[in-house]
């Protein structure tokens, strides 16, 4: 049972993305392609910020965690407000910032997926491992599109300078409570709080913005 449960993990991951990709392009007729060119923006990213973990790997405290957390929210957010400016031209659309924060989000998946499957056979996994990844990916969705609507917001409308080190900041204390947290009853719902306000802010600049770029 435990394997089936790993293996339905791995594909929430590596088919869940995807799924959702094709089904908001389809529904609001955004752009794809910023979904393949934050996949590919990430692969830099995510090996820069290795390298640069490695200089305070293993020192296990609150300070590791609030490092760890501010590597990834500068270098994610910073990456993603690079590439979204270049491309705000082309895109012009807060439904096409979604389709980037998507494929974002797919690059993180597939490393969550793939570890999954190598829990196959290891009876390593514990037997809430599908209920936590549903949720994993349910959140990791919902707080990667947040946080690109405000970079796109702050784009729009010039207000970047300030917004940028916002979602930074607000990248880096997601990471550092679920880091911090994990393995406790409160990971979930510290975690869960944090989105929902994060996606709070999301939403009222989503609204603020042109409702004409939509049509």
Same mark, same amino acid.
């Given at each position: 049972?435990?394997?089936?449960?790993?293996?339905?993990?791995?594909?929430?991951?590596?088919?869940?993305?995807?799924?959702?990709?094709?089904?908001?392009?389809?529904?609001?007729?955004?752009?794809?392609?910023?979904?393949?060119?934050?996949?590919?923006?990430?692969?830099?990213?995510?090996?820069?910020?290795?390298?640069?973990?490695?200089?305070?790997?293993?020192?296990?405290?609150?300070?590791?965690?609030?490092?760890?957390?501010?590597?990834?929210?500068?270098?994610?957010?910073?990456?993603?407000?690079?590439?979204?400016?270049?491309?705000?031209?082309?895109?012009?659309?807060?439904?096409?910032?979604?389709?980037?924060?998507?494929?974002?989000?797919?690059?993180?998946?597939?490393?969550?997926?793939?570890?999954?499957?190598?829990? %196959?056979? /290891? +009876?390593?996994?514990?037997?809430?491992?599908? $209920? #936590?990844?549903?949720?994993? &990916?349910?959140?990791?969705? @919902?707080?990667?599109?947040?946080?690109?609507?405000?970079?796109?917001?702050? %784009?729009? /409308? +010039?207000?970047?300078?300030?917004?940028?080190? $916002? #979602?930074?900041?607000?990248? &880096?204390?997601?990471?550092? @409570?679920?880091?911090?947290?994990?393995?406790?009853?409160?990971?979930?719902?510290?975690? /869960?709080?944090?989105?929902?306000?994060?996606?709070? $802010?999301?939403?009222?600049?989503?609204?603020?913005?042109?409702? @004409?770029?939509?049509?």
């Amino acid at each position: 049972m435990k394997d089936l449960s790993c293996f339905l993990s791995g594909l929430v991951w590596l088919v869940g993305t995807p799924l959702l990709l094709y089904l908001w392009c389809k529904k609001t007729g955004a752009k794809i392609y910023p979904a393949f060119i934050a996949f590919a923006v990430c692969i830099p990213v995510f090996m820069l910020a290795a390298a640069i973990r490695l200089g305070f790997e293993g020192e296990i405290s609150i300070g590791y965690y609030i490092k760890r957390g501010l590597l990834y929210g500068v270098l994610e957010e910073g990456a993603k407000f690079a590439a979204l400016k270049l491309m705000y031209d082309d895109l012009n659309s807060r439904r096409d910032a979604v389709s980037y924060s998507v494929g974002h989000g797919a690059f993180e998946g597939l490393t969550a997926g793939l570890s999954c499957f190598g829990l %196959i056979g /290891t +009876d390593r996994a514990d037997d809430s491992i599908l $209920a #936590v990844n549903i949720w994993a &990916a349910a959140e990791g969705a @919902a707080f990667c599109a947040a946080l690109t609507v405000l970079i796109w917001y702050g %784009i729009a /409308t +010039d207000k970047w300078r300030t917004i940028l080190p $916002a #979602v930074m900041l607000m990248h &880096a204390l997601s990471n550092m @409570a679920g880091h911090i947290l994990q393995y406790t009853i409160l990971e979930i719902p510290v975690q /869960t709080l944090i989105t929902i306000g994060e996606c709070a $802010a999301g939403y009222i600049c989503w609204k603020k913005l042109r409702p @004409a770029e939509d049509f």
